[in-house]
């Protein structure tokens, strides 16, 4: 099979294609560094909560390298993620249009090979882990009963998103275990904003695979919510907004933070507004768009976190 061939269909004209060593691609698109938005949605609780529990503490001293491990261990971990995914759906992938391009399905890599290449990733996001004190490495570890099951979720329920969103947003109570080395009420009110803002970008993406999905009995948000998606972000993504905005209330944030928030919902609403269910080039683009969605807010974080350890 040539590369062109093996490329996945939604991941065309990217680094990994053009400029990677052949025998890597398979591996790199195992762990989707064709596509590593889903890695910077992963990230963004986490650089939230360090950057906010910095401002907390007043004191950033600690926030550079933080922000550095945080960056590493979401892409080691969101690959191990992706990696275990596809083992586990390499029957289902193989009957999805977009996704039966993926190595496993598609005969480029093996199911054996493909769990070498996840404890490789594992080992790696366990190496950054024990950079941080004894409690966020138990909050670390605690997550993978989460990861693990999150693929056989779309199975058994309508709601796999949930799931998606419990694992995504992890980082939200990563980031204050790392610098508090406990965890208090703001950090579980800024996880279930960031579960919210999950349920709400994976809907829209899940909107590529629905038709697919109603064929072979899969489940989602997408399917159960329909024509009234819409109004569901709407639900989803204002709850996003405000449990995010309780977090900061407790954080006792300064204007940059909220400036941040305001732009954050600002991205949302112009992301519920362009939505075309059907358009599925559209959705894929609002779904990547979430990046700069996180990116706002958290310019506004460090913005606050930088003014507040000045005094």
Not at 135 to 151: E, K, N, R
Request: charged content about 15%; overall charge positive; glycine content about 8%.
């Amino acid at each position: 099979m040539s590369d062109s061939a093996a490329r996945v269909a939604d991941a065309t004209g990217n680094w990994v294609d053009t400029h990677a060593p052949l025998w890597s691609r398979p591996y790199l698109r195992l762990s989707r560094l064709d596509r590593p938005i889903g890695s910077w949605l992963l990230l963004m609780p986490c650089w939230w909560a360090a950057a906010l529990s910095a401002a907390i503490a007043h004191d950033i001293k600690s926030l550079p390298l933080h922000i550095v491990l945080f960056f590493i261990g979401a892409f080691a971990m969101r690959g191990a993620g992706c990696t275990w995914n596809d083992i586990t759906d390499r029957d289902l992938d193989a009957k999805v249009e977009r996704t039966r391009s993926r190595p496993i399905p598609a005969g480029q890599v093996s199911v054996t090979q493909a769990l070498v290449f996840l404890i490789v990733q594992a080992l790696i996001g366990l190496a950054v882990l024990l950079q941080f004190n004894r409690f966020a490495i138990a909050t670390g570890i605690a997550s993978l009963i989460i990861v693990a099951v999150y693929p056989f979720m779309k199975r058994i329920t309508w709601w796999p998103q949930v799931v998606l969103g419990l694992a995504f947003s992890w980082g939200a109570l990563m980031g204050f275990a790392a610098t508090f080395g406990r965890l208090d009420a703001i950090a579980f009110v800024l996880y279930a904003g960031s579960i919210a803002w999950v349920i709400g970008y994976d809907t829209i993406y899940a909107h590529q695979d629905a038709e697919d999905d109603a064929l072979i009995g899969i489940k989602s948000t997408a399917r159960l919510f329909g024509a009234n998606t819409q109004a569901a972000l709407v639900l989803l993504y204002g709850l996003a907004v405000v449990l995010i905005g309780v977090a900061l209330l407790l954080g006792e944030v300064r204007w940059p933070a909220w400036i941040g928030l305001a732009a954050f919902a600002a991205h949302l609403a112009w992301q519920i507004l362009r939505l075309r269910i059907e358009d599925s080039a559209l959705c894929l683009r609002l779904f990547k768009s979430n990046r700069d969605a996180g990116l706002l807010l958290l310019a506004g974080l460090l913005a606050d976190a930088v003014m507040r350890a000045g005094g």
